[in-house]
């Protein structure tokens, strides 16, 4: 999957979970302070993209994901590590 792709899919999730229009959720914006993404919700969010991208972000590094690049960067280092 190219990084757009991720992006779009992980949009997409965060809409559903947060309720955040997708179109807003780029790679720049904090989870936190641009997306109002609290820490329950974002532990949805995780969930989620574990299921959909077959990755698995370990508890001690969801902090680390502070924005929706973080978070893509990620996905796309446990995706090509799988």
Do not use: C, H
Not at 4 to 29: C, F, H, M, T
Not at 36 to 53: N, P, Q, T, Y
């Amino acid at each position: 999957m190219s990084t757009e792709e991720i992006r779009a899919a992980l949009a997409d999730i965060v809409n559903e979970v947060a309720g955040v229009d997708a179109d807003d959720v780029q790679l720049d914006k904090s989870f936190v302070d641009d997306l109002d993404v609290d820490s329950l919700s974002m532990v949805e969010v995780v969930v989620e993209a574990e299921e959909k991208f077959g990755v698995t972000i370990p508890d001690d590094q969801v902090k680390n994901l502070k924005t929706v690049g973080d978070a893509v960067a990620y996905i796309e280092r446990a995706s090509s590590a799988a």
